[in-house]
Nanobody, 111 residues
């Protein structure tokens, strides 16, 4: 059974930083892709970026240069480092793998 648990969300002022974690069980993140999505109130769930099974990383244009995806193989955890946060980054952030989703973590950026 695959389980994904996000953590690290919170309230931050514009320009601030947060690091989200996605800790996996039931899969080995070194050989599996993990995607990050986000969903703002009243909006669709959008892809933020992903790290592939071979370590290739992709970012959507709206986070390029501000967000960084990495992974800690020993902890079986994928991170989303978010810098220079903007109010429009306010959303629930999810990690996902092959249709399995975490519960999400709320990120709120105040102006």
């Amino acid at each position: 059974q695959v389980q994904l648990v996000e953590s690290g969300g919170g309230l931050v002022q514009a320009g601030g930083s947060l690091r989200l974690s996605c800790t996996a069980s039931g899969i080995n993140i070194t050989t599996n892709a993990i995607d990050w999505y986000r969903q703002a109130p009243g909006k669709r769930r959008d892809l933020v970026g992903f790290i592939s099974s071979v370590g290739r990383i992709h970012y959507e244009d709206f986070v390029k240069g501000r967000f960084t995806i990495s992974r800690d193989n020993a902890k079986n955890t994928v991170y989303l480092q978010m810098n220079n946060l903007k109010p429009e980054d306010t959303a629930v952030y999810y990690c996902t793998h092959m249709g399995f989703w975490g519960q999400g973590t709320q990120v709120t950026v105040s102006s």
